[in-house]
């Protein structure tokens, strides 16, 4: 079946926009994951949705970050006034709730000029 | 200290080596353990899944976890140049959301 799908691939933008980034995740699970890899630096946790339930925002680094996750599937990711440090790759992954592993899709790269 | 240590090399070895990839971590209460492989400009894909100590096989991949020195390893036997990539250990307790990830070893297999 198909995999977990993000859009666009790739994301330019200047310094003080907004941008956002999309996740389609794979059919069935309920569990969704948003996770930020920076050059050299390893996974870094971001926001977890399950279900109905309250999402997990912990990981946000600043209020400037903000996702949703619409009818339990779809979740966008949105970063407003975007800073030159927001610069990295933004992985989305999924997996069943009663499950320990991930599948990751193939992440937006995201370039603050 | 993070909760999973591991080497972030670069290791660059010839076609056909034994490759050595490890990670130690410090949480007693990890459970599982996994290994992802990483090719550049894609995400991470699970390559191997184990919980608790012990060994599992999978062709030419061998993942061990050592729970009595906190230290989880993945051999490559007759390491190919397409095995050319990232590879992230991970652990956790019990759900997802508590994964642990190291921060990755690059890998380059010469031909």
């Given at each position: 079946g198909a995999g977990?799908?993000?859009?666009?691939?790739?994301k330019v933008t200047e310094k003080g926009k907004d941008v956002?980034?999309?996740?389609?995740?794979?059919?069935?699970?309920t569990a969704l994951y948003w996770y930020r890899q920076s050059l050299g630096q390893g996974l870094e946790f971001l926001i977890y949705f399950q279900g109905n339930s309250a999402p997990d925002k912990s990981g946000l680094p600043s209020?400037?970050?903000?996702?949703?996750r619409t009818g339990g599937s779809v979740s966008t990711l949105t970063?407003?006034?975007?800073?030159?440090?927001?610069?990295?790759?933004?992985?989305?992954?999924?997996?069943?709730?009663?499950?320990?592993?991930l599948y990751f899709g193939p992440g937006t790269r995201l370039t603050v000029l | 200290q993070k909760e999973v240590e591991q080497d972030p090399g670069p290791l660059s070895v010839p076609e056909g080596a034994i490759v050595s990839l490890n990670c130690t971590y410090s949480n007693s209460a990890f459970q599982?353990?996994?290994w992802y492989r990483q090719y550049s400009r894609k995400g991470p894909e699970l390559l191997m899944y184990t919980y608790s100590s012990g060994n599992k096989e999978d062709g030419r991949f061998t993942a061990q976890v050592d729970?009595?020195?906190?230290?989880?390893?993945?051999?490559?036997?007759?390491?190919?140049?397409?095995?050319?990539?990232?590879?992230l250990c991970a652990s956790?307790?019990?759900?997802?959301?508590q994964l642990t990830f190291g921060s990755g070893t690059q890998l380059t297999v010469l031909p």
């Open positions: 977990v799908s993000q859009s666009p691939s790739n956002e980034l999309r996740c389609d995740p794979i059919s069935g699970h209020d400037r970050f903000s996702a949703e970063i407003q006034r975007t800073q030159q440090e927001d610069s990295a790759v933004y992985l989305c992954a999924s997996s069943r709730p009663d499950r320990s592993s | 599982y353990f996994m729970k009595s020195s906190k230290y989880i390893s993945l051999f490559i036997r007759d390491s190919q140049p397409s095995d050319s990539a990232t590879y956790t307790s019990g759900s997802a959301r």
